[in-house]
């Protein structure tokens, strides 16, 4: 595990093609089933809140959302799992949330993996709650699907 950045300043920039080599590296580290180049580009095509969390070079996370008439909804939020458990999601939710109430969102949305409880862990924390659940929405192993838990949070 990589130690803490903490001396170098850390700042968010927007998600560019010019990123999509780092982004899609960290992607395929930190996920079976991760989100295509192709993915990132029609997001950042279609305007989405597409931001990258930098320390210096570094590139410690992202987060990806597509605003809708008073809601956002998240997703793809990851960070590189050598700087997992430092915060950085936590740092991300809040600049989300911060932007989505900027933008007249009452709502924030998300689905999470039903057995990714430390990122459900991380959203319970931030005041996401669940509020239902989408049988068979992801990908898994061996060709089967896994259920995505749904939650919210009230801007």
């Known amino acids: 595990m990589n130690a803490l950045v903490h001396t170098t300043h850390v700042q968010f920039e927007p998600m560019s093609a010019a990123w999509l080599d780092a982004v899609m590296a960290v992607e395929t580290r930190a996920y079976d089933h991760p989100w295509t180049r192709g993915n990132f ?6 305007g989405y809140q597409a931001q990258l969390l930098l320390a210096g ?8 959302a597509m605003k809708g008439v008073d809601e956002v909804h998240l997703l793809n939020i990851t960070v ?3 700087y997992q458990g430092q915060g950085w999601s936590r740092l991300m939710l809040e600049a ?3 932007w989505s109430r900027d933008q007249g969102a009452q709502w924030l949305w998300l689905e999470v993996r039903e057995s990714n409880a430390r990122a459900q862990h991380v959203y319970q924390q931030g005041g996401f709650r669940r509020v239902g659940l989408r049988k068979g929405y992801y990908p898994a192993r061996e060709g089967l699907r ?3 838990i749904v939650m919210s949070l009230k801007l």
């Open 41 to 46: 580009l029609d997001s950042i095509r279609a």
């Open 57 to 64: 070079p570094v590139l410690l996370g992202y987060f990806v």
């Open 80 to 82: 590189d799992p050598g």
């Open 96 to 98: 989300l949330a911060i």
């Open 146 to 148: 896994e259920d995505a």
